[in-house]
T-cell receptor, first 115, second 111 residues
């Protein structure tokens, strides 16, 4: 149980375009979803915390208008990278949990390449 | 603020033990431990809550010292499957929000 599906797994886009990444909890309802960015051989950097039905809480230094997060239902959160630039190229990974202090269940990540 | 993990990397022979430490300069409410293999999603190992508890699962256990704001992960009689990068995650409130991860510890177990 506790499967999180993240789509797409890989995406290549041109500079200036927008990309949407979906994160779905398949067999449980996730009150909270987290979005992370991971650089090669580095840690998971928290970008934002997303609670169903409310605005996401962004970490310091993360541009809200660039990384749009929507958590419309208890099973779906989306991250939209707007006006993507090459420096946005990275591995984005989402996680979901049922409630506070319960385990995080991670998606398999999305490799974004902006050309 | 990101917790600090040590060591950054460790190489073991199968059957040897290892300890991975995670410390924070701020008060901790809970500590999570995850293992990530190359190209895969992190996998949950355990959560420790405020109260100084120690949890274990087979040959992997962990402790949480809230006074020292530290947690340690103990790997005993390591197996090849233990190889991967271990991350500790700490939350800044008692609801487990704003979970931030340490820099990771790369563990390689050799035959």
């Amino acid at each position: 149980g506790a499967v999180v599906s993240q789509h797409p797994s890989r995406v290549i886009c041109k500079s200036g375009t927008s990309v949407k990444i979906e994160c779905r909890s398949l067999d449980f309802q996730a009150t909270t979803m987290f979005w992370y960015r991971q650089f090669p051989k580095q840690s998971l950097m928290l970008m934002a915390t997303s609670n169903e039905g409310s605005k996401a809480t962004y970490e310091q230094g993360v541009e809200k208008d660039k990384f749009l997060i929507n958590h419309a239902s208890l099973t779906l959160s989306t991250l939209t990278v707007t006006s993507a630039h090459p420096e946005d190229s990275s591995f984005y990974i989402c996680s979901a949990r049922v409630q506070g202090n319960s385990p995080l269940h991670f998606g398999n990540g999305t490799r974004l390449t902006v050309t | 603020q990101q917790p600090v993990q040590s060591p950054q990397a460790v190489i073991l022979r199968e059957g040897e033990d290892a300890v991975i430490n995670c410390s924070s300069s701020k008060a901790l409410y809970s500590v999570h431990w995850y293992r990530q293999k190359h190209g895969e999603a992190p996998v949950f190992l355990m959560i420790l809550l405020k109260g100084g508890e120690q949890k274990g699962h087979e040959k992997i256990s962990a402790s949480f010292n809230e006074k020292k704001q530290q947690s340690s992960l103990y790997l005993t009689a390591s197996q090849l499957s233990y190889s991967g990068t271990y991350f500790c995650g700490t939350s800044r409130d008692n609801a487990g929000n704003m979970l931030t991860f340490g820099g990771g510890t790369r563990l390689m177990v050799k035959p």
